[in-house]
């Protein structure tokens, strides 16, 4: 499957929280090296869309996530293209955060265990969300461009 430009941005948001989370130099020379390639395929695929190289089609690719809705219950995600990017990036900051508890898992207190399975579970959600929703925001975008022709 091809990359979409949430997919995308997804990726970009985690190379930059591997950075700042980082000192190693050789690591910090790859990850510069990979926010570039991703920088790039962006805007090689912003252009594409533009340019009709990219069907409207293959813009969305939804994460159609199964899981009980009952008691996982997520704000809907809205707002314009930074607005949803913002809140990608938030919640990969969360998601990072709480996952760091998970490298560690036998020392957090038996009572807050599920608590983070759960948040994990639940951001890992909202991700997808923010993803699919960059994702539909584009191909909207590119099919009111095409209207307008």
């Known amino acids: 499957m091809a990359e979409t430009l949430g997919m995308l941005c997804d990726k970009l948001t985690i190379v930059k929280l591997k950075q700042y ?7 910090l020379n790859s990850l510069a090296l990979q926010s570039k390639q991703l ?4 805007d090689e695929y912003v252009a594409d869309a ?3 190289k990219i069907p409207v089609s293959k813009m969305t690719f939804d994460a159609n996530k199964v899981f009980k809705k009952e008691g ?3 704000a809907a995600v809205d ?6 990017f913002y809140r990608l990036a938030d919640v ?3 998601l990072w955060h709480e996952q760091e508890k998970v490298y560690e898992f036998e020392i957090v207190p038996a009572d807050e265990k599920n608590t983070v399975v759960k948040q994990l579970a639940l951001l890992n959600l909202e991700r997808n969300q923010c993803i699919d ?3 539909n925001l584009f191909a909207q975008s590119i ?3 095409k209207n307008k022709l």
């Not at 989370?21 to 690591?27: G, I, V, Y």
């Open 21 to 27: 989370h980082s000192e190693d130099e050789t690591r």
């Open 39 to 42: 920088q790039d395929e962006i």
């Open 133 to 135: 929703k960059i994702n």
């Open 72 to 74: 996982n219950e997520l």
């Open 143 to 145: 099919n009111s461009l």
């Open 92 to 94: 990969n900051c969360r």
């Open 50 to 52: 533009l340019n009709g």
């Open 79 to 84: 707002g314009s293209f930074g607005e949803v």
